[in-house]
């Protein structure tokens, strides 16, 4: 990395931080009450080192394989990470005891998995359910009227627990599309959270990435995943 692509790593980060604050203010919230989670995909170790330094409260990943080659690069030093992407069963035991958080539950049986694995380890591994908010055939979660059960028979698992849940609406081609969908995670989330089941601690909404995470903020969310806001457009190959 170039020392002019550090500066402007830094700029990107600082500029979303004062959007996340902003956007947190307007509704009377704290900016520290929102974690900045970097999604890190398609950016190598050093880049993800570079970002992570400059104020980010977590790495997030999507691959399974490029998070272990990063993980064994040491870019993810001192930080959190969590896997945000889709996850197939039989890779859950490679995350195991290398991530804080995985955000992308999106399926009893995947949290099942990770309870199994988990108990391997002798670990609690918290866990986000992610929810199919947009109903959208292409993608992965839970139905909404589906998740109030997942988190009754996920809290009956002792090595796993429940901290709330994680959203990927539609790709928003216009400003405030997404408005709706992060105001029905929200009274998801609200509605999760009363219920205080036991060996849950609901405290986490997960939504809002470059796009949208100021509204997903004003809406209440407590995490966001941002990528290309921080790191640039990525380069698919
Ligand atoms: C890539 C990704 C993001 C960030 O997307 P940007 O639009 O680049 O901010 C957030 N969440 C998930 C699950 C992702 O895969």
Not at 31 to 40: G, K
Not at 56 to 68: F, K, M, P, T, Y
Not at 150 to 174: H, K, N, Q, S, Y
């Amino acid at each position: 990395m170039t020392e002019q692509e550090r500066n402007v790593m830094e700029e990107n980060v600082r500029a979303v931080r004062s959007k996340i604050a902003y956007a947190a203010q307007q509704v009377g919230r704290a900016p520290e009450d929102i974690t900045l989670v970097a999604a890190t995909k398609m950016n190598d170790a050093e880049r993800v080192r570079a970002a992570l330094a400059c104020g980010i409260d977590a790495a997030g990943e999507n691959r399974v394989q490029e998070l272990l080659e990063k993980y064994d690069a040491h870019a993810y030093d001192g930080k959190p990470l969590h896997f945000i992407g889709t996850l197939q069963t039989n890779k859950v035991k490679y995350l195991i005891g290398k991530v804080e958080l995985i955000q992308s539950v999106s399926s009893v049986r995947l949290g099942q998995v990770i309870a199994k694995e988990a108990a391997k380890c002798g670990v609690r591994q918290d866990i986000l359910l992610e929810v199919n908010i947009g109903g959208e055939e292409s993608k992965s979660g839970l139905a909404p009227d589906e998740v109030d059960d997942a988190v009754r028979v996920l809290a009956a698992e002792p090595t796993v627990c429940v901290r709330g849940l994680m959203a990927i609406p539609p790709v928003a081609d216009t400003k405030g599309k997404n408005i709706g969908y992060f105001r029905a995670m929200h009274q998801l989330f609200i509605d999760i959270a009363a219920k205080k089941y036991d060996n849950t601690d609901i405290s986490v909404l997960s939504m809002g990435m470059s796009g949208d995470y100021e509204d997903a903020i004003a809406c209440g969310a407590t995490m966001v995943r941002v990528g290309s806001a921080i790191f640039g457009a990525r380069h698919y190959m």
